[in-house]
């Protein structure tokens, strides 16, 4: 098999860089195309993606495309795609990486619908944990439905990690060819000052996720997330709000703050924890002070205008205190009136 060059598109069979045999063709994209190909060095399958050749013609493209990979392979995360190799040919830059075999979450949404509140905060707390990791060295900048594929166990894989920075507003790199779905997840900044962005544009792309996921479409001006969904609570149009902010010092200041905000909606919205528009319960109504041995309650009297308000009814032991007062009193005054009346008054 004789090696391909001066190509940009590959078949069945072909053979890139001298070592990877095309099997077939897993996707396109607004980058380039992905292959699965198996490394005839290892006998492993791979997935192999170019990149568009106007972006290997700019010596800046390059430099970033190589210096990302480098970072990317420093990623140490379960749900983070390694990355093994990455090299020119030709017209075409490429780069090989982990063959995933699942389906995409877009996919999943398209066939779907929608999500539960459940499927969306598992898939979307995994994801708020590789972000925490990936960004003490680097920022997706492109996440959307389509780069995160959900494999038959449950777990997720978030690809593409980095790489946006290539076709990101700089110069001539924009996003050729990039379709208006993914768009509508890159936050407003991005299209002012890409060089500037920080994880925050991250957390604004889960943020329309959170939206997109639970109610099958993309978020619109004017329309909160439970007009669409009502049977979850109000307080994840509180979080949709907050996660898309048009200011990047309204959002969440990071992802592990993102992600304990979403794990709170998730409690209310399972009845484990009150939402912050629960209607507040009433006092307890207080029970008055009853003497003891009363049958009921003393009767309540309306009082007249000037008049002065009424003692308050005496406790048992002021009852007891007043009755032996009584008593030493009525002693004290047969004491004192005269012997002859007091002899006078024996039984």
Known sequence: MQPQTGKTRYHTGDLIADRYKVRRVLGRGGMGV?????????????????????YSDNKTAIRRFYREVQTIRRLKHPAIVNIYDAGRLDAVLYYTMDYVNGKSLNRWIEERG????????????????????????????????????????GTVRLLDFGLAKLVDNEGAFTMVGASLGKLQYKAPEQGLNATGVDGRADLYSLGVMFYVMLSGKFPKRGVKLTDLVPELARDCDDFVAKATARSPDERFADAREFRGALMHVYNICTGKATSAYAAPEPPPVPFPDVPLGSAAPPR????????????????????LAGRLRGWVDGVMGWLRR??????????
């Open 34 to 54: 992905v292959y699965l190909v198996v490394d005839m060095e290892t006998q492993e399958q791979r997935a192999l993606k170019t990149i568009l050749p106007q």
């Open 114 to 153: 929608r999500l539960g509140i459940g499927s969306t905060v598992r898939i979307l707390a995994l994801l708020a944990d590789v972000l925490e990791h990936a960004h003490q060295h680097t920022i997706h900048r492109d996440i959307s439905p389509e780069n995160v594929m959900v494999l038959s166990d």
């Open 300 to 319: 309540r009297t309306r009082r007249r205008p000037g008049a002065p308000m009424p003692e308050p009814p005496p406790t048992s032991s002021a009852r």
């Open 338 to 347: 005269p012997f002859s009346r007091r002899a006078s008054n024996r039984p």
